[in-house]
């Protein structure tokens, strides 16, 4: 798991999506361009909550959320997706 200097504000948190399938079942290669975006992750931060709603994941918690949850940005040469933890489907 990455240590990370950012700090997300009340309700969101930092997911480092799972590495996509590099190959199917049996054993298919798949090319860059038909890999599948991850739908899965691990929490690096997570910020305070909200006044009456405190945050129900932590760090380290494995995570699956929305094809299409979260903003992408980079830290340190790392991409990360930060959402809302509304966006997060469960905890595995």
């Not at 190959?23 to 975006?37: H, L, Q, R, V, Y």
């Not at 918690?61 to 979260?70: E, F, R, S």
């Amino acid at each position: 798991m990455s240590k990370v200097s950012l700090k997300p504000l009340a309700d969101r948190v930092l997911v480092e999506p799972a590495a996509a399938e590099e190959k199917t079942a049996s054993g298919i290669f798949i090319p860059d361009t038909a890999k599948e975006k991850p739908q899965r992750g691990s929490i690096v931060a997570v910020g305070a909550g909200k006044k009456d709603e405190p945050m129900t994941v932590k760090v380290g918690d494995q995570v699956l959320y929305g094809k299409y949850a979260g903003t992408e940005i980079t830290v340190d040469g790392k991409d990360y997706l930060i959402m809302r933890e509304s966006d997060i489907f469960a905890v595995l």
